[in-house]
């Protein structure tokens, strides 16, 4: 199942941007008409190809931290308020990510912790996120030729810093929903967002969804990118398995690691923790990549560029992302924890 050139124009731009842009800015980009693109989007989405927003919550004053339990931990045990993601994986580990604000991470891991009545083996906080980037041209010919490997070098040469976040005292309902609505669909229109908060418990004018995008979500650069949800295609081309890949480093030298292989395709966004030097990040690759996969692994590890890692199978229907509570935006972490457990 190959995809057209006008089509893969149309993903490779998307996924290059690091905003959220217009139809009529698409179309302008790849040379077709908004009504064409409107169409290769509707196209895409009936073969399973849809269009995420990449979010770094840290530009909101929140922040994830993530458990790991070398556990098989059912999904019925683990909290729920604050949670994330519950990702578990054949090898018996469990990963719990749980969202909370920046000076109330030690709150949500005690509450975690006292819920579970098990300490984790490891905790992070992840303060970094990484969008892929990359062509899905090389995901249709399910290979990784030498010249594509060649390219993940170059990326994986180059010095990029790890940004500084601005500090944001401060992040409100319609904040929360509106990064949900965008972690759902990155083209989403703001009157469906509006709609949503009308039926809710949030009452708004459209020019105050407006500002909100614009200012709390756009200029302080919330969506770092747009990311192809391909695994629905992947699973239709070729057989796949789901693969959580954790990698440990020096920061910087990890960071370089982490972008060249979110260059492959079948890759999302990584999540990165800075001060402890680890990254994660699932995958869907078609069975006969993993080799390779691996192998661009060793190659980067042979350069330093990491120091350790492993690659897990996902097991089948446990990776679950929750959106975030709309609590969030009025109430403290505690608050909410206390609340739940009340």
Not at 17 to 38: D, F, M, N, R, Y
Not at 156 to 165: G, L, T, Y
Not at 312 to 324: C, G, N, Q
Request: proline share 5%; net charge positive.
């Amino acid at each position: 199942m190959r995809l057209s050139p006008h089509v893969a124009k149309v993903i490779d731009y998307l996924n290059s941007v690091s905003h959220i842009p217009s139809i009529a800015e698409v179309g302008s980009a790849v040379g077709l008409s908004p009504s064409t693109v409107w169409r290769i989007l509707n196209n895409l989405k009936k073969m399973g190809i849809e269009f995420k927003a990449v979010v770094d919550l840290g530009r909101l004053g929140l922040t994830e931290v993530l458990l790991v339990y070398k556990a098989r931990i059912p999904l019925s045990r683990v909290p729920r308020m604050l949670l994330r993601s519950f990702i578990r994986t054949l090898e018996g580990a469990t990963f719990l990510k749980y969202v909370t604000r920046v000076h109330e991470v030690e709150t949500t891991v005690n509450y975690v912790v006292a819920s579970l009545g098990q300490e984790p083996s490891e905790i992070y906080v992840l303060d970094a996120v990484i969008s892929p980037k990359y062509m899905l041209s090389h995901l249709t010919r399910s290979t990784l030729d030498r010249l594509y490997l060649r390219e993940l070098m170059t990326v994986a040469s180059i010095s990029q810093p790890i940004e500084k976040r601005p500090v944001v005292s401060r992040v409100d309902p319609i904040d929360v929903v509106l990064v949900n609505k965008l972690e759902e669909n990155a083209l989403v229109k703001l009157k469906e967002v509006h709609g949503d908060l009308k039926s809710g418990v949030t009452v708004c004018s459209y020019q105050t969804v407006l500002n909100h995008f614009r200012k709390h979500i756009l200029e302080r650069g919330v969506v770092v990118g747009i990311r192809p949800t391909i695994e629905n295609y992947v699973d239709r081309v070729s057989t796949a398995v789901r693969k959580l890949l954790v990698l440990h480093g020096v920061s910087n030298s990890l960071l370089k690691g982490v972008r060249a292989i979110t260059a492959i395709p079948g890759f999302t966004e990584a999540h990165l923790s800075t001060r402890e030097g680890m990254s994660y990040t699932v995958s869907t690759l078609p069975v006969g990549l993993v080799p390779k996969v691996v192998d661009f692994i060793g190659i980067l590890e042979s350069r330093d560029l990491i120091r350790e890692w492993v690659l897990l199978e996902v097991e089948s229907a446990s990776t679950i992302r929750y959106p975030l509570p709309e609590d969030l935006g009025v109430m403290s972490a505690s608050e909410l924890l206390v609340k739940n457990s009340g």
